[in-house]
Every structure is written in structure tokens, then in C-alpha cells.
């Protein structure tokens, strides 16, 4: 039985707190709460399942999103039409980016914001993320482009930093030659 997570709003303060690191093993309470934003993840991003739950698209989800301050993220990456691949990175940390930067064409959206903002948001277009599995193993991802962005966005929800606040609110858009300069 699927059961719509309850998301804050960007009102909510507790998304401008910093999260903590998060001690192994997780809990059952976190590894089902896991399991549950995959899904909601995952029928976000399938248009019968979206009409169905009066769902919003989204590919990521951070804990902080659900009230949680924990250093833990989920991202739910469609590589190909009804493919995904599951991302889980308990406290994560970005060890290296590319110089080159990038912006999503259409500007960056939030399953805590309901409504649109404009503008562009400067990010890297590739990024090495390491943390940790559920299991407390190790890992490392190297993500680029959208991947990368869904990345950037997830683990500054974990610094308590929405998506508007990186945002030049003296030059909101960018061509793709002058975001690559940045």
C-alpha cells in the first residue's frame, strides 16, 4: 500500500538547519523510510502512478525535507524511459568537482518549494560524492551533468540551503556560453 510522504514546505526552519551525521547501523525506522522515498520517488516520475497519488515529479529527496535532520539522501535517477537507478548516500560529502559549470535549462525545481522560481542555478558539471550505503559500507559516485545537479541540490538540504539561495539576483539567467564561465 503506497502512502504519500509528508514533505515541508519551504517555510518550515527545520530546512535551514544543518543536519547531523548520521551512526551506523541505521535504524528500521530509516531503512523503511529509505524504501518509502524510493518509491515516491519512483512513482513521481512514472505519469500513471503521478495522476494516481496526486503526485509532484521529483528525483531527489533529502531527510531534512521530511523534518529529519539526518545526513542522508535519495535520489531516484531515470537513465532511460521506466529505468532507474536508486541512489542512497548516507552522509555525504562532495571530494572533487569539475571547473566547468552548468545550469538546468529550465531552472531548478524543489519538492519543498510549491512554486515556480526563475532563474538559473550555477552548479558543477561533474562531482565525485562519497558517504556511505545502508549498510555502512563505503562508496563513491561520480555523477555529471543532471545527475550531478540532483547531487549538488540533495546535499545542500543537508547544509540547510535551498536551491533560490544560489540564484544571482542581479543576473537570474545565463546563455550556456557565460554559465560554462563561471
Do not use: W
Not at 502512478?49 to 529529519?68: I, V
Not at 536508486?86 to 559549470?101: D, G, R
Not at 518549494?113 to 559516485?141: K, L, Q, S, W
Amino acid at each position: 500500500m503506497f502512502k504519500k510522504l509528508d514533505i515541508l514546505d519551504e517555510k518550515d526552519k527545520r530546512l535551514r538547519k544543518k543536519s547531523e551525521i548520521v551512526s551506523f547501523p541505521l535504524s528500521n525506522t530509516d531503512k523503511k523510510l529509505i524504501e518509502q522515498i524510493i518509491t515516491h520517488l519512483t512513482y513521481s516520475q512514472i505519469e500513471k502512478y503521478e495522476k494516481m497519488y496526486d503526485l509532484r515529479p521529483g528525483t531527489g529527496l533529502a531527510f531534512p525535507q521530511l523534518g529529519l535532520l539526518k545526513r542522508i539522501i535519495v535520489i531516484v535517477d531515470e537513465y532511460e524511459s521506466g529505468k532507474f537507478n536508486n541512489y542512497v548516500v548516507i552522509n555525504p560529502e562532495i571530494i572533487s568537482t569539475s571547473k566547468e559549470m552548468i545550469a538546468a535549462d529550465a531552472g531548478e525545481g524543489c519538492l519543498s518549494v510549491n512554486r515556480d522560481v526563475e532563474g538559473h542555478v550555477p552548479r558543477f558539471a561533474r562531482v565525485t560524492v562519497t558517504g556511505f550505503d545502508m549498510e555502512g559500507n563505503p562508496i563513491r559516485i561520480r555523477a555529471r551533468e543532471e545527475l550531478s545537479i540532483a547531487f549538488q541540490h540533495e546535499i545542500d538540504h543537508l547544509n540547510g540551503i535551498l536551491f533560490y539561495d544560489r540564484i544571482n539576483k542581479k543576473k537570474p539567467f545565463f546563455n550556456e556560453y557565460e554559465i560554462r564561465l563561471l
